[in-house]
T-cell receptor
């Protein structure tokens, strides 16, 4: 595997379900990010992790719970979601967050909440 | 308030018809401006980073330029495979890795 991978690629879940999104980066980076991309809206930053420590929570509802067990893996745990949470969820990584480094994105998980 | 605005929202070109995409930004303390390309159903693909006004970068048919208020992505003699959504994002000082994205320009190049 190379770059940033995400699983699953597609997910349909009911409002009462609990599911998790997984992201893995193979670039040796130290910072990882979760973004939400809704139709016709700009990408919205959700969470930032640097060296496994959460450094930013961008006013995200508590039904989204991130986890970063090591610098290569990032999870987004989902529970009691709403239909408006349906979107493309993108994971990204960068060499560091303390300088100007480009972020590399995974292919995304297309989430549909029914 | 930091803001990134891209125009036009959509652009249709004939193959070989050169044009430019615009990214206007208002941010205090620009650290870097990024251009990405996103194909349908995929994640954004990094194209360029620009750091200061007057800087230019090129890659194949694409050339990115930066002024103090905006950036342009010039596409010379585009091909159908250049069809995609092009995203602009800015990073400011003292905000770590946070990127503020524009809404994108959807480019369609017809043969």
């Amino acid at each position: 595997e190379t770059g940033v991978t995400q699983t699953p690629r597609h997910l349909v879940m009911g409002m009462t379900n609990k599911k998790s999104l997984k992201c893995e980066q193979h670039l040796g980076h130290n910072a990882m990010y979760w973004y939400k991309q809704s139709a016709k809206k700009p990408l919205e930053l959700m969470f930032v992790y640097s060296l496994e420590e959460r450094v930013e929570n961008n006013s995200v509802p508590s039904r989204f719970s991130p986890e970063c067990p090591n610098s290569s893996h990032l999870f987004l745990h989902l529970h009691t979601l709403q239909p408006e949470d349906s979107a493309l969820y993108l994971c990204a990584s960068s060499q560091s967050r303390t300088a100007v480094y480009e972020q590399y994105f995974g292919p995304g998980t297309r989430l549909t909440v029914t | 308030e930091d803001q990134v605005t891209q125009s036009p929202e959509a652009l249709r070109l004939q193959e070989g018809e050169s044009s430019s995409l615009n990214c206007s930004y208002t941010v205090s303390g620009l650290r870097g401006l990024f251009w990405y390309r996103q194909d349908p159903g995929k994640g954004p693909e990094f194209l360029f980073t620009l750091y200061s006004a007057g800087e230019e970068k090129e890659k194949e048919r694409l050339k990115a330029t930066l002024t103090k208020k905006e950036s342009f992505l010039h596409i010379t003699a585009p091909k159908p495979e250049d069809s995609a959504t092009y995203l602009c994002a800015v990073q400011r000082y003292n905000q770590g890795g946070k990127l503020i994205f524009g809404q994108g320009t959807e480019l369609s190049v017809k043969p």
